[in-house]
């Protein structure tokens, strides 16, 4: 598993004349390879569209799946089980069934070609729902009740109360969200027109198209390890808060 990513950065520090060849470890560590990738393309500006997008789509997500799984977990009303089956059934949905109509509601609130038309089919998340509800079932309501009691309101209990005892699953969730938007590639692929609106894996994409040398397979390289870095460092540093809040909804 761990090789075919060594191999990838072993390649972006070779020489043109070094990029066939079998060894792993190149015979000079060519730093220009980098410098060129940022000279010659928009690799700067992708990594900008794909930073934005990820955080406001995880902002997004965070904030009303937050809502909707808290309303759901500790509220009673008609419909509650229906409405929660509904939700849960978006998951069993292919994405590529629903190209066309997120198509057809960009098109008509002129998100195309813009960051608006690439984040909004990720601004609520079906698992996301799922994820914070289980979550918040495992919440004393007796806590809750003695919120309400002292005279605090249901915005202050949610935010004062439950969101910070709710701190892991909102990390796992998160990560999950930021890492699904940096990677995600058909939506951004669809949706853009001009290569400065486009996000890393559709540039790298048209990038790769245009592979004709070893220069270019170099260059392809390095941007893959730039675009694989940030996925790496966050995966690193946050991985026991995945593992624990996955743990803690019952998921297996």
């Not at 390879?33 to 928009?42: M, V």
């Not at 809502?67 to 509650?80: D, S």
């Amino acid at each position: 598993m761990v090789f075919p990513f060594l191999w990838m950065i072993s390649t972006s520090f070779k020489a043109p004349a070094e990029v066939y060849s079998l060894s792993l470890i190149p015979s000079a560590l060519n730093w220009d390879n980098y410098r060129t990738i940022f000279q010659t393309t928009l690799f700067a500006k992708w990594m900008l569209n794909s930073l934005i997008i990820a955080c406001i789509s995880t902002l997004s997500v965070c904030l009303f799946d937050t809502i909707a799984g808290y309303i759901l977990a500790k509220f009673t009303f008609y419909g509650k089980k229906t409405i929660f089956v509904l939700i849960l059934s978006t998951l069993m949905v292919p994405t590529e069934m629903l190209i066309i109509p997120w198509y057809l509601v960009s098109s008509r609130l002129d998100g195309i070609d813009s960051y608006w038309g690439i984040v909004f089919p990720s601004l609520m998340s079906g698992f996301g729902i799922f994820l914070i509800k289980q979550f918040m079932e495992s919440l004393p309501s007796e806590l809750l009740d003695a919120a309400r009691i002292d005279g605090m309101g249901e915005w202050g209990i949610l935010s004062r109360v439950a969101v910070p005892l709710s701190r892991s699953v909102l990390a796992t969730l998160s990560i999950l969200t930021f890492l699904g938007s940096w990677n995600s590639f058909i939506w951004p692929l669809i949706i853009t027109q001009t290569d400065h609106i486009f996000t890393i894996p559709v540039g790298m994409a048209f990038f790769s198209s245009e592979a004709k040398d070893s220069s270019n397979w170099i260059q392809i390289m390095t941007g893959a390890t730039l675009s694989v870095i940030p996925l790496v460092v966050v995966f690193l540093i946050f991985q026991k808060q995945i593992i624990r809040g996955i743990a803690t909804t019952g998921l297996k």
